[in-house]
């Protein structure tokens, strides 16, 4: 069973940095390296949002709020994805979450709070 575990959240200042790492388990290198691996964060009361994706061949895409700030990477081998998030803002705090997507199935891991003080 496919298994993904965030880390890396915590509280940070404004202007700091942190960086995210998504481990997938369950699944071996060649299915893992097929899929493509999103970044979604999420705010009580709101709808869980796109942050980042990359693909299989690693193209990423970001959203607005975050363009010029985070990077999305991944290590096929290390079956995991990244995130790294600078100038960090107090409308960044949220929870985030993993997502692995590709041939007809998706999973999500538990996600990782991050908080941003002003």
């Known amino acids: 069973q496919v298994q993904l575990v965030e880390s890396g959240g915590g509280l940070v200042q404004a202007g700091g940095s942190l960086r995210l790492s998504c481990a997938a388990s369950g699944i071996i290198f060649s299915a893992f390296s097929i899929r493509a691996m999103d970044w979604y964060r999420q705010v009580p009361g709101k709808q869980r949002e796109l942050v980042a994706g990359i693909t299989s061949g690693g193209s990423t895409n970001y959203a607005d709020s975050v363009k010029g700030r985070c990077t999305i990477s991944r290590d096929n081998a290390k079956r995991a994805v990244y995130l790294q998030m600078n100038s960090l803002k107090p409308e960044d705090t949220a929870v985030y979450y993993c997502?692995?997507?590709?041939?007809?199935?998706?999973?999500w891991g538990q996600g990782t709070q991050v908080t941003v003080s002003s």
């Open positions: 997502k692995l997507r590709g041939l007809g199935d998706a999973y």
